[in-house]
């Protein structure tokens, strides 16, 4: 069996541990500079993974946005953005989401195989649908995904997927930045719900980095002995299997345009994170 990717779950919450607001608007928890980093976590990563809920709330499009890193990616032989990966137990997904319609990289469902038929007539030959089961466990979901070439995992949410990640014990690193403010809805998302967590005061998860990043914190934790093996550096994606060698005269070339106009957010002026 190949071995299972490296899993980086990505959120940023609120003081008070929210996801969002209860308000249909989505609310931005990270500023440019901490979108920018995320940006780059996306770009070395083989695939990108969020749950049917927030590809039904936030449309995500889950896309690398700098034209750099996106060049750099294309002189690996891989597409601009790394691969798109939901779960639904319904199968309620819209062909019309940007999950769907956006990039050109390879998108993969996940899916109960008594609702997988019936998906895959719905988006046709927008995904892959992939029928794991009477219920999906992110623990096959992972093994499938290691088949399939993908070594690095980014888990952007939401809530009930992180959770569901978390509680199984599947996560290497855990990216956790804090917004400078509450949130206080009874009914907004919370960044995890109820559940049996390995981490525990008995076993308490190791703080491998703090970083501010203007008026957010990122915390970053090393919850795998992998992480730990590896220092907290995450493991090269297929992507990066080259990232030593000297820059591409391509991506050289993308830099060298870019560089005039530093980019604050992506090219629909809005944030993107996914979660």
Do not use: H
């Amino acid at each position: 069996m190949s071995e299972r990717p490296y899993v980086t779950l990505s959120c940023a919450m609120s003081i008070d541990g929210y996801l969002d607001s209860a308000e249909p608007q989505r609310l931005a928890m990270s500023n440019a500079e901490d979108l920018d980093r995320v940006d780059e976590v996306r770009a070395r990563s083989d695939a990108i993974m969020v749950g049917a809920s927030t590809v039904r709330r936030d449309d995500p499009r889950l896309l690398v946005r700098d034209t750099v890193r996106r060049a750099r990616r294309l002189s690996y032989g891989r597409p601009e953005s790394p691969t798109k990966v939901t779960v639904t137990a319904s199968g309620e997904l819209s062909p019309d989401a940007a999950f769907f319609t956006t990039g050109e990289a390879p998108r993969l469902v996940y899916t109960p195989a008594a609702v997988a038929p019936a998906l895959r007539a719905r988006l046709g030959g927008l995904a892959t649908v992939v029928g794991l089961g009477e219920c999906v466990t992110m623990a096959a979901l992972l093994d499938d995904l290691g088949a399939r070439g993908v070594r690095r995992l980014m888990v952007e949410g939401g809530g009930r997927v992180l959770t569901q990640f978390l509680e199984a014990d599947l996560v290497d690193e855990l990216q956790l930045v804090v917004a400078p403010f509450f949130v206080g809805e009874a009914g907004a998302p919370r960044v995890v719900g109820p559940g049996c967590f390995p981490w525990t005061a008995a076993r308490r998860a190791r703080l491998a980095e703090t970083r501010r990043i203007g008026d957010v914190v990122l915390l970053r934790y090393s919850l795998s002995a992998r992480c730990d093996a590896l220092d907290g550096a995450a493991p090269e994606s297929a992507a990066d299997a080259t990232a030593a060698e000297p820059e591409p005269s391509a991506v050289a070339a993308v830099r060298s345009a870019a560089a005039p106009a530093p980019r604050t957010t992506d090219a629909a002026g809005r944030p993107d994170t996914g979660t």
